[in-house]
């Protein structure tokens, strides 16, 4: 059974940090791996998709890197702002006839001014 | 704008009632899913539907139904058979992509809180 895994749980940096979230999972059979932002109450916002043959993608100030035989990911966010602060969800999408999403547990970032 | 629609926002149930919870998305997605989130706990998946009128069940389906009538709408009931129905629900859509591809970009809609009084 795949488990996806988030450290930290709960980050706090000041503004303008370079900081790492990091996300690993026990099983390397992927189609591919994603980052999604979630804002308070909010729903989900793709950040990121790296494909498994992909091993890193970059949006802006975000990176994300996929290491699929050692099982895991970061996200890297440069110079952080305080509307970066929201909750960082990374999600696997397995490789089987569906293609099921599985979440980690999140880490929640804030920023402060 | 193209997106998914939820609602209620917020919903509150007694014990012992039904509720059903509105996803309608005017993205043409073939796809579409219902994940529950709890505090400190990652999504689960609920129901998902990859054509009209055919659904299937995820890891936690009991005690919630479906029905995919259109392909515009999944709408999720909550039925008393569900002993802990306090959460956050998220409806989701997706191009399905044949699984070769790979590529299965969610777009989510803003959630409905569901709370048992």
């Known amino acids: 059974k795949q488990e996806v895994t988030q450290i930290p749980a709960a980050l706090s940096v000041p503004e303008g940090e370079n900081l790492v979230l990091n996300c690993s999972f026990t099983d390397s059979a992927i189609y591919n791996l994603q980052w999604f932002r979630q804002d308070p109450g909010k729903g989900l916002t793709s950040l990121l998709l790296?494909?498994?043959?992909?091993r890193e993608q970059t949006s802006g100030r975000l990176n994300a890197s996929l290491d699929k035989s050692s099982g895991r990911s970061t996200l890297y966010i440069a110079a952080s702002q305080p509307g970066d602060s929201a909750t960082y969800l990374c999600?696997?999408?397995?490789?089987?006839?569906?293609?099921?999403?599985?979440f980690g547990t999140g880490t929640r970032l804030l920023v402060s001014p | 704008d193209g997106g998914i629609t939820q609602s209620p926002k917020y919903l509150f149930r007694k014990e012992g009632q039904n509720v059903t919870l509105s996803c309608e998305q005017n993205l043409n997605h073939d796809a579409m899913y219902w994940y529950r989130q709890d505090p400190g706990q990652g999504l689960r998946l609920i129901y998902y539907?990859?054509?009209?009128?055919?659904?299937q069940k995820g890891d936690i389906a009991e005690g919630y139904s479906v029905s995919r009538e259109k392909k515009e709408s999944f709408p999720l009931t909550v039925t008393s058979a569900q002993k802990n129905p306090t959460a956050f629900y998220l409806c989701?859509?997706?191009?399905?992509?044949?699984?070769?591809?790979?590529?299965?970009?969610?777009?989510f809609g803003a959630g409905s809180r569901l709370t048992v009084l």
């Open positions: 999600a696997v999408t397995m490789n089987t006839g569906f293609q099921k999403l599985v």
């Open positions: 539907s990859q054509i009209v009128n055919d659904f």
């Open positions: 790296i494909q498994s043959s992909q």
């Open positions: 989701a859509s997706s191009i399905y992509y044949p699984a070769i591809s790979g590529a299965n970009v969610l777009t």
